[in-house]
C-alpha cells in the first residue's frame, strides 16, 4: 500500500442539505441535513484511506472547531499533520435538489499569513523526513492570505521534494499549478477551458485541450467532464472513459473520489485501463449519496463491468501533425 500526503489549504465543514427543490427567497426546510468534515484534500483521503492506503493529512485547520476533523481522522486511521491557525474552519453549505442539481455555497475560509505558510512546508517536509511519500495531493482553493506567488513557492518547494506532486484546484491558482508542471492535474470542463481560451463543448475540442496540457509539461493529464466521463493523457497515450448510467442524488466530492481512485491505481501500478476503470466507476458511485465513493457498494463490481475504458491513441503523438 502506498503513503499519500494531501494538502488542503482551504478545508471546509461540508453542511449537506437534502432538499426537494431549492426555491429562492423563502425559508426551505430540506429533509435532512449532514455535517462532515471535507474539503477536497479530506475527501480524497477519506477514500484513500477506505481502500488501505496510509494518508497523512495536512493544511490548515482552525483551532476552535477542528473538533469533527479530529473525530474523523482518528476513525478514518490518518496521521494529523493540519497545521492549526485561530479562528474556526469555513463551513460550506451544498443544496442537493430531488432533480440531482446541486448548489455549493463555499466561504472564504480562514486567513492565514507567511509565518504559517512556512509552518506547512516545514511540517510536509517533517513528515518525509519521518518516512518517505509517494504521492503529494494538493487540492482545493487558496485560502485568504495566500497569494498566488506563495502558492507557486509552495508547489515548486514540494516539487523538488521529489515526491511525484498532484494538484486539483481551479482559477487563477490552476493556471498557477500547471505553470509548476507537477505530475499531474485535474481539471473539470469549466476549468480546463478557463486555461485552454475556448469552450470545450465537444469530444473533439476535450481530447485536444487534454492533450495540450500534457504537452504543457503535464506527466498525467486528467480531464472529467461530469456524467460524460474523463480524458486521460500521458507518456503512454490518450484514454477515455465513460461512467455507468446512475441515480445522481449528490454529486459533491466526485471529483475528489476520482482523483483518489487515480492515484489507488497509478500508485498500485495497475494498468492504465484498470486504473481509469476504477475512478471512473468510483466517482459514478459517489454521486449515488452524499459524501465520497465507496468501492464496497454491492453493486460496485456490475458499476465496474459497465464504465466503458477506450484508448483513443497509444501515444501523446499520434493522431496530431506532430
Ligand atoms: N452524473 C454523473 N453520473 C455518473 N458519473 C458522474 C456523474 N457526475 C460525475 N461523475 C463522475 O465523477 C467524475 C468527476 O466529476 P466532475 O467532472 O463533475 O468533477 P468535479 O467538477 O471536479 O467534481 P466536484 O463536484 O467534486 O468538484 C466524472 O469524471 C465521472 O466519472
Ligand atoms: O472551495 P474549494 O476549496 O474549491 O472546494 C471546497 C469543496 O467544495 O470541495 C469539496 C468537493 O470537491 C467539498 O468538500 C468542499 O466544500
Avoid at 36 to 42: P, Q, R, T
Avoid at 122 to 144: H, R, T
Avoid at 219 to 229: F, T
Amino acid at each position: 500500500m502506498a503513503r499519500v500526503i494531501t494538502v488542503t489549504l482551504n478545508p471546509a465543514l461540508d453542511l449537506a442539505f437534502d432538499l426537494e427543490e431549492l426555491t429562492l427567497g423563502t425559508v426551505n426546510r430540506p429533509r435532512n441535513a449532514q455535517l462532515e468534515a471535507a474539503g477536497k484534500g479530506v475527501n480524497v483521503a477519506r477514500v484513500l484511506a477506505s481502500l488501505g492506503h496510509h494518508v497523512v493529512v495536512s493544511g490548515f485547520l482552525g483551532c476552535d472547531n477542528d473538533g469533527p476533523f479530529q473525530r474523523a481522522f482518528t476513525q478514518l486511521g490518518v496521521t494529523d499533520a493540519f497545521v492549526r491557525v485561530p479562528g474556526e474552519t469555513r463551513i460550506n453549505a451544498k443544496l442537493a435538489e430531488k432533480s440531482g442539481r446541486v448548489t455549493d455555497i463555499n466561504g472564504p475560509g480562514i486567513g492565514v499569513d507567511a509565518t504559517q505558510v512556512a509552518a506547512l512546508l516545514n511540517s510536509i517536509k517533517q513528515q518525509l523526513n519521518n518516512e518517505p511519500a509517494d504521492a503529494i495531493l494538493v487540492a482545493g482553493s487558496l485560502p485568504p492570505g495566500l497569494s498566488l506567488t506563495s502558492f507557486a513557492t509552495l508547489l515548486t518547494e514540494l516539487k523538488a521534494t521529489g515526491v511525484p506532486l498532484w494538484v486539483d484546484t481551479s482559477g487563477e491558482a490552476l493556471l498557477c499549478a500547471i505553470e509548476a508542471a507537477p505530475e499531474a492535474v485535474k481539471p473539470n470542463e469549466l476549468e480546463l477551458a478557463n486555461w485552454a481560451g475556448e469552450a470545450l463543448d465537444n469530444h473533439a475540442k476535450r481530447v485536444s485541450a487534454t492533450r495540450r496540457l500534457y504537452q504543457a509539461g503535464i506527466g498525467q493529464a486528467l480531464l472529467s467532464a461530469g456524467a460524460d466521463g474523463v480524458i486521460w493523457v500521458n507518456a503512454k497515450g490518450t484514454w477515455q472513459s465513460t461512467p455507468p448510467r446512475v441515480q445522481t442524488a449528490n454529486t459533491v466530492g466526485a471529483g475528489d473520489t476520482f482523483v483518489a481512485g487515480m492515484l489507488h491505481g497509478v500508485l498500485s501500478q495497475q494498468s492504465d485501463e484498470e486504473t481509469l476503470r476504477f475512478a471512473t466507476a468510483l466517482s459514478a458511485e459517489s454521486v449515488r449519496h452524499v459524501g465520497v465513493g465507496n468501492a464496497l457498494a454491492d453493486d460496485f463490481a456490475v458499476l465496474l463491468q459497465h464504465t466503458q475504458v477506450q484508448r483513443l491513441y497509444a501515444s501523446r503523438t499520434e493522431g496530431t501533425s506532430q
